[in-house]
């Protein structure tokens, strides 16, 4: 199990290691505030609570812009494990079929590896759309692809516990957790 970890200001930063966290909170960079009952570090002098959401100490500046690459497991988190073409759910997709990043633009024509460019497809949908736009391959796109909320993109794939939901629902209220709850269910779901 990993440990929520956040900023003085409470809010979420990121899910780190269990015994990352027992280093920050040993060297007093981090305090624990909701701890594994049944579970501890133990050593020759100390036995330290295994944490599950630690705290820092000092503020961290996170700027709000942060630009993520894209990667597959972010655009497809981003689209829901859903083509964006054809509606298909990794689940639905079958034998040789699986999802794939399809260029809107394609690159050859000028398209760029952007948040705003890239989709999800499955395999039948970007082979049969190759090198050409949505409508001349006779295909629509169901979103308009953008960004996702820094929010959405930093936590779209990772699982946290009903305890971590807690403060991840307290610093961004409960659409955005729903957003990520309903995010990593269809993860899941394959």
């Not at 002098?45 to 709000?64: K, S």
């Not at 760029?112 to 949908?125: F, G, K, M, R």
């Not at 930093?154 to 305890?163: D, E, G, L, Q």
């Not at 939901?165 to 899941?188: H, N, P, T």
Request: net charge positive.
């Amino acid at each position: 199990m990993a440990c929520l970890a956040l900023n003085a200001s409470f809010e979420p930063l990121t899910i780190v290691p269990a015994r990352r966290a027992v280093r920050l909170v040993l060297d007093r960079k981090a305090e624990i505030l909701e701890v594994d009952d049944g579970r501890s570090f133990r050593s020759e002098r100390e036995d330290v609570p295994f944490p599950v959401v630690i705290r820092l100490v000092r503020y961290v500046h996170v700027p709000r812009r942060f630009r993520r690459q894209v990667t597959n497991t972010f655009l497809f988190a981003r689209d829901e494990y859903t083509c964006q073409y054809c509606g298909a759910h990794r689940r639905e997709l079958r034998g040789r079929q699986f999802l794939t990043r399809d260029h809107v633009l394609p690159v050859s024509r000028g398209g760029e590896n952007s948040w705003d460019n890239v989709v999800t497809a499955c395999s039948p949908c970007n082979n049969r759309k190759g090198n050409s736009l949505p409508e001349e391959a006779g295909l629509s796109l169901r979103d308009v692809p953008r960004e996702p909320n820094y929010v959405h993109l930093v936590w779209a794939v990772r699982k946290v516990t009903p305890v971590q939901a807690k403060y991840v629902r307290m610093f961004y209220g409960d659409d955005i957790l729903a957003l990520l709850e309903r995010g990593y269910q269809s993860s899941i779901q394959a």
